[in-house]
């Protein structure tokens, strides 16, 4: 397999994605935010995510009636490994969260116009992200259909 470096799945992006979803769920284990990043790169999955008519009912309704936007997941995962370690680095190096055998959100942040438009995005669909990590993470890691 040939690494292509993508300057649009980033190290900012996965940080602010996270920070994005930790204000809606202001702890979060380290293999739930190992998901965090191949959520937000599938710009179709944002799009699904962000709209203000879905209707929640979990990650294994999502992934059995929306299988499109879980095909290639584990790739995205395998993908952004590096990225998201790296982005859970710089929030906690920048005090944005601390670590305690869980990622703890210590200074909230407000993501505005001035993030971009796609943090914007990411940002809408947060709280449904959020919503989708309160599953256990083995159910998650399994109808995400991540091969460890």
Known sequence: ??????GYN???IGATALLAVMAHTPRLSLPKALLVMPLVMH????KYLGHGGVAWRGAATLAASRPDLFFNFDSRFA???VTSVNAIQLIIEAEYVKFDG???LVNPVKIDPSFGKRAQRIAKAAEH???LLKSPVDE??????VKL
């Open 140 to 145: 998650l890691y399994l109808n995400f259909r």
């Open 43 to 46: 710009d179709a999955t944002v």
């Open 102 to 104: 869980k990622l703890i």
């Open 129 to 131: 992200i959020a919503a």
């Open 10 to 12: 980033n190290v900012g």
């Open 1 to 6: 397999m040939i690494e292509r470096w993508s």
């Open 79 to 81: 993908e952004s490994l």
